[in-house]
């Protein structure tokens, strides 16, 4: 018997009509599908059901992943990888048209999102993604200019990922209990883009310096990337303005200006 590992953030969902919503989310039969963090297999074995392509299941918990691998020995379409995800080349084993599920561990789920958001090459070859954060996360992720969630983590999702659904799944839905409520949270990724950047770890530099004195007025901080010819260039932007009061397109914009210096 497998006991959560708090080290991993481990909430195991045994909620069947909660699991069987996830999986309708997107039709998965004959479809490449891939899951992050299957723990105890809870949705692993509804996306069987519907008789996926392929299934890539990684799962850093050794034990847990010996016994996904003994359960599906004899399943040629599903292969099990005993990995941190964080570690994983997943870009590099990724079959095209991939849908990627995950109930993610609470303390690394933004740095699992921003791997994906941070594939070399994009489009990517997952056309969709399907994952739990916590609620509080979640809103941020998709959190609208303006709004109290707006922040760093909704300009980067925003630049390469669509909202598609959402709903939130209760506490109660876990074992053990979580102290949070959960969301699950259904994007595509876009295939177009108005701005065109390089390097996304640029985009995340250029919200770091910004949010990182969120109070104050952006003059300094953007006179400290840009020169003056590059900043007469972004439409709408006024020096008096606080990192908030920036819509996406701005950064999007200035981290472009920043990528030609």
């Given at each position: 018997m497998s006991f959560?590992?708090?080290?991993?953030?481990?909430?195991?969902?045994?909620d069947k009509n909660i699991v069987k919503k996830i999986?309708?989310?997107?039709?998965?039969?004959n479809k490449n599908i891939v899951e992050i963090g299957p723990g105890k297999g809870a949705l692993t074995g509804e996306i069987i059901k519907q008789k996926p392509k392929t299934l890539l299941i990684i799962e850093k918990d050794e034990k847990l992943a010996r016994e996904l691998k003994k359960k599906y020995q004899k399943d040629k379409f599903i292969k099990v990888i005993t990995?941190?995800?964080?570690?994983?080349?997943?870009?590099?084993?990724?079959?095209?048209?991939?849908?990627?599920?995950?109930?993610?561990?609470?303390?690394?789920?933004?740095?699992?999102?921003?791997?994906?958001?941070?594939?070399?090459?994009?489009?990517?070859?997952?056309?969709?993604?399907?994952?739990?954060?916590?609620?509080?996360?979640?809103?941020?992720?998709?959190g609208r200019f303006p709004s109290k969630n707006y922040g760093r983590i909704s300009i980067l999702a925003n630049f390469r990922l669509k909202l598609v659904n959402k709903f939130i799944v209760s506490k109660n839905c876990f074992r053990p209990m979580p102290k949070v409520t959960s969301m699950v949270v259904h994007f595509q990724p876009k295939k177009k883009n108005t701005f065109s950047i390089k390097n996304l770890t640029n985009l995340e530099k250029i919200t770091q310096i910004f949010f990182s004195s969120k109070r104050k007025i952006i003059k300094k901080k953007i006179q400290s990337i840009l020169n003056e010819k590059q900043i007469k260039k972004i439409d709408g932007i006024k020096l008096n303005l606080r990192p908030s009061d920036l819509k996406p397109e701005i950064y999007y914009h200035i981290t472009q200006l920043y990528e030609e210096n």
């Open positions: 959560p590992k708090r080290s991993l953030g481990q909430n195991f969902l045994n999986i309708s989310l997107v039709k998965v039969k990995s941190d995800i964080l570690n994983y080349n997943l870009e590099k084993e990724i079959y095209n048209d991939s849908f990627i599920f995950g109930n993610l561990p609470y303390n690394i789920s933004s740095q699992i999102l921003v791997k994906l958001l941070k594939f070399k090459n994009w489009p990517p070859k997952f056309c969709g993604l399907i994952l739990m954060f916590q609620k509080e996360l979640a809103e941020k992720i998709i």
